[in-house]
T-cell receptor, first 116, second 109 residues
């Protein structure tokens, strides 16, 4: 089983619908992230969380919200999906041992979202 | 923000050939990772290498932080090596991993 699990892996939806992507991890890491990848490009950071009480916006947070339900769970929501949110979404984790910067990132398998 | 440039953008190899992929970055970094994105979109960690040299089977990587570049070596390439290779870096105390635009590799029989 994967250490970082994303659901759903694929989703097709319509403009205006609310969508939630879920991420759970068994690595015991404190830090969790949501990234977005558009075709032919690298990844951009949407939101990140250092612990259940700490949520921070990334570089492209508009149109998205997140919830850190537990140390192991971090969900991403699109309140009203639009076609330019069609992308591949990745959840990631990294450990925190009190030092900065955080270390190696581990990614989930990705969630492919299509908004029609 | 930091700029991350990868070269070449595209590469086609015959199976068994060797290759070197390069990642240049515009500022000091304290975290550098190499990833392989396979044709199914999965991101696979290859190396966590903010400095020095590491090897893992047919792959090795070297980061020269003082000169702001990293190299990924692929030896005896196989068709399963096809995909996109990304370099990603982090600067200072920030939490954002900045990705390069990748090298698209195709290994042919």
């Amino acid at each position: 089983d994967a250490d970082v699990t994303q659901t759903p892996r694929n989703r097709i939806t319509k403009t205006g619908k609310r969508i939630m992507l879920e991420c759970s991890q068994t690595k015991g890491h404190d830090r969790m992230y949501w990234y977005r990848q558009d075709p032919g490009l690298g990844l951009q950071l949407i939101y990140y969380s250092f612990d259940v009480k700490d949520i921070n916006k990334g570089e492209i947070s508009d149109g998205y919200s997140v919830s850190r339900q537990a140390q192991a769970k971090f969900s991403l929501s699109l309140e009203s999906a639009i076609p330019n949110q069609t992308a591949l979404y990745f959840c990631a984790t990294s450990e925190s041992d009190g030092r900065l910067p955080p270390g190696e990132l581990f990614f989930g398998e990705g969630s492919r979202l299509t908004v029609l | 923000g930091i700029q991350v440039e990868q070269s070449p953008p595209d590469l086609i190899l015959q199976e068994g050939a060797n290759s070197t992929l390069r990642c240049n970055f515009s500022d000091s970094v304290n975290n550098l990772q190499w990833f392989h994105q396979n044709p199914w979109g999965q991101l696979i960690n290859l190396f966590y290498i903010p400095s020095g040299t590491k090897q893992n089977g047919r792959l090795s990587a070297t980061t020269v932080a003082t000169e702001r570049y990293s190299l990924l070596y692929i030896s005896s390439s196989q068709t399963t090596d096809s995909g996109v290779y990304f370099c990603a870096v982090r600067t200072g105390g920030g939490n954002k991993l900045t990705f390069g635009t990748g090298t698209q590799l195709k290994v042919e029989l």
